[in-house]
């Protein structure tokens, strides 16, 4: 492993805009992932949700961002050093990222053994 | 589990000066645990390292600090965003954090099954 993976910097080197999410894969072992995730302006579609088989915790670096999930009303807002815990199979998705700036997010996956 | 473990705000109800570093777990599963710690100008003793038997990810939301591996001569500077993974066993300790400004860092810890 070299001094970058050992030591990435998650607010450098940000794209301006993407057509799609970048997701940059920042660390794997057999029991966790930590992704990069980099938003401009992207959501889902209204009827896609995300079903996952892993448990994922998921902070807002830097923009802002709302999650909406299946079984509830309310979307959640969430902005620099907010977080939100998603159990394995709860439906939810990206409802809006802010246009104007990238939305980084800090994203774990993992199962339980 | 509340609305507020959920959906923890890290960079929320931070305390202006501490005696000690604070801690607050924010999640615990069997295979990870969650940290938020709040550093104000705290440091570890020279001679002081920490040996653990997790593995830890730890990134900086908002301050600054150094870390010092005891196998290795150069520091490393963490601001905002950047991050560290430290394999369990490597010897580390924390040699500065910012003084005037709590630096709020996000820790992972896990272990291999």
């Known amino acids: 492993m070299t001094r970058d993976t050992m030591h990435p910097r998650l607010l450098h080197d940000l794209p301006r805009s993407l057509d ?7 660390l794997r072992t057999p ?24 448990h994922e915790w998921v ?4 923009g802002r961002a709302r999650l909406r999930y299946e079984d509830e009303d309310d979307e959640v807002e969430l902005g620099p ?16 990222t802010s246009p104007d700036a990238p939305t980084v997010w800090l994203a774990l996956f993992w199962s339980e053994s």
Chains 1, 2 share one sequence.
């Open 20 to 26: 799609e999410e970048q997701i940059d894969e920042l």
């Open 59 to 62: 902070i807002v670096l830097s």
């Open 81 to 96: 050093g907010d977080a939100a815990f998603i159990p394995a199979h709860r439906k939810h998705q990206v409802a809006w």
């Open 31 to 54: 029991s966790l992932r930590i992704e990069r995730i980099v938003s401009t302006g992207h959501a889902s579609a209204e009827s896609s949700w995300y079903d996952q088989s892993e």
